[in-house]
């Protein structure tokens, strides 16, 4: 054998054992958890043949507590680069099959090393987190490790899109990382997230608590809003990454990719899916689905804070990323929780270049003690910044109610709102006319022979008077009132007539948002 089929046959079988993560026995037990390996989960989720792995012989220096005796194949993570339906992607997944796939220095750099380039290319970059936290046996090189992470996170944000995939537990310094991260993917029965595990708890507190009650992945996508995606599924999850990649741009810099214009393929009119009665709900992603290009609507965030809708959707072939109240979860308020993530993903659309329209039904800022104390001055403010800050083109239908702070805050010309439109059914007033009436009519209702009758009266009087949408383009605060049918024309026409938009804000470092 030449010398050069010798080192070639080295090379192969030094890659083959490396390739085989913690061994035969560690694979087993991932596979019986029902988890997929790390280099099977890149593969399930890249395009065929598309990946190339860097950095394989990586290695840690760590001679403590017996770590000079692990070998510790690519010190737990692979990274590399590839593609997803043609997009080119940066990528690394932990590997617990070595070491729980906890983070150590040198691991830790593999990482950084992979978010430098994603960043230097701007392309994205996708995290598969499973792992056991900071390396314990490493001390503070691994909290340095994670550090360094965290920080090129906090610079790559707003530039690249940063996806986490949490697919195993996600313990102790790992989790900060997905938290600074733009969307984060989590699998029923697979996913943890948690600052301290069940342990520590235990002994820190005495509490009992199973990993999946403390941060399973129902609890980060319904109840923290950690996460943004849930999937039931591994392969489930890997579906939800690419069609995410397909509606946003690689970097800041640049546009989503355009695809054929396509009809709504729902042929259910605006007029029949919104009830008549103001007091009765129903379902806003039916009007979402009438109006967006083949009727695909795709939700973020679907199971937290329900009573705002958040997602993307195309119009003639171009990514839009819709706000809207939604009727059927406590009337459409905003409250902190829906504030939040409808301010954050604002945020998203406007450092990546993405149209907003906003479609607003909805009553007012929750009131209440737990509000009030849970800092809805605060959390809610955020809708009012957001909306405020951002650039993009930014269109708002009033299908319906559009009462006090609620009408400012969805997107109102105020704010800034390139186009604003109303349907005839649109309320745009302080509050509701039973509230607004028993206030500012109490005398006389109270006064009255029969007050009943008489509250009613005084509250058509405010409907007739205010619960219209002809006050408000009686001043140009709404730019037309239009028929449900000519929704989708007319924001297919606006979002044309602001394909060009660039307005100039005054310079500044960066604002201070209500954090
Ligand atoms: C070193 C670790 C490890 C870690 C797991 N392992 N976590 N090794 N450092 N952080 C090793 C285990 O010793 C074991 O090695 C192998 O990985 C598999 O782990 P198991 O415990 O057998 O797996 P499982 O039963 O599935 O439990 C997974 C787990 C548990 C829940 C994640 O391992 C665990 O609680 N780990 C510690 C989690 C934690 O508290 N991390 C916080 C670190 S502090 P063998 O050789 O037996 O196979 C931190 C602070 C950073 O992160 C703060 C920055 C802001």
Redesign the pocket.
Known sequence: MTSLKKNIQTLREKKAKIEMGGGEA?IAKQEA?GKMTARQRILALMDKNSFKEYDLFVKHEVRDFGMDKKELAGDGVITGTGTIYGAPICIYAQD?TV??G?LGLKHARKITKIMDHALKMKIPIIGINDS??????EGVG??AG?GEIFYRNTIASGVIPQLSVILG?C????V?SPALTDFVFVVDGISNMFI??P??IKTVIGEEIS?EDLGGARVHAEITGNAHFFARSEQECFDQIKKLITFIPWNNSTKATSVKPQKPTIKKSIEDIIPSNPKQPYDVRDVLRSIIDNSDFFEIQELFAANIVIGFGRMNGETVGFVANQPMVLAGVLDCDSSDKAARFIRYCDAFNIPIVTLEDMPGYLPGVDQEHAGVIRHGAKVLYAYSEATVPKITVILRKAYGGGYIAMNSRHLGADFVFALPSAEIAVMGPEGAANIIFRKEIMEAENPDEMRQLKVQEYIDKFANPYVAAANGFIDAVIEPKETRDLLLHTLEMSRTKDEIRPIKKHGIPPF
């Open positions: 560690a958890k617990f070491e729980g906890s056991g936290g900071a390396r314990i046996q691994a909290l994670y537990p313990a102790g310094g790992a900060y301290t595990g342990s520590v990993m």
